[in-house]
C-alpha cells in the first residue's frame, strides 16, 4: 500500500526557515518523480517544486531561492527545505507521487 507521511511543519515569524519531510513507502521511490503541493484556505492546489528520480529539480517561481527539495533514496525520504519564509508561503503542504498525496503538514508564516 502507498503511503506518504508529512512532518516538519508549523508556526514561524516572516523570514523564518523549515524543513519539511515525506516518509514515502509501498512503492520504489528511488526511481519516481516526487512533488511537493500546497494548498491555502479557500485557493486550489498548487505546485511547489519537483525532483525527477535522476535528480532534475523544479520550482514555482515564487519560491525560486528561497525553498530547496531533496531526497534521500536510502530513507526514502523526500524533503523541503524552506528559507525567508514569507505570510503567502501559509498552507498545507503535501508530497506528491504522480495522482497521491499524503495528508499534509501545516505551514503558517506570521508575526
Known amino acids: 500500500e502507498l503511503q506518504l507521511v508529512e512532518s516538519g511543519g508549523g508556526l514561524v515569524q516572516p523570514g523564518g526557515s523549515l524543513r519539511l519531510s515525506c516518509a514515502a513507502s509501498?512503492?520504489?521511490?528511488?526511481?519516481?518523480?516526487m512533488s511537493w503541493v500546497r494548498q491555502a484556505p479557500g485557493k486550489g492546489v498548487e505546485w511547489v517544486s519537483t525532483?525527477?528520480?535522476?535528480?532534475?529539480?523544479s520550482y514555482r517561481d515564487s519560491v525560486k531561492g528561497r525553498f530547496t527539495i531533496s531526497r534521500d533514496n536510502a530513507r526514502n525520504t523526500l524533503y523541503l527545505q524552506m528559507n525567508s519564509l514569507k505570510p503567502g508561503d501559509t498552507a498545507m503542504y503535501h508530497c506528491a507521487f504522480r495522482t497521491d498525496r499524503g495528508r499534509g503538514t501545516q505551514v503558517t508564516v506570521s508575526s
Open positions: 525532483i525527477s528520480g535522476g535528480g532534475i529539480l
Open positions: 509501498g512503492f520504489s521511490f528511488r526511481f519516481a518523480d
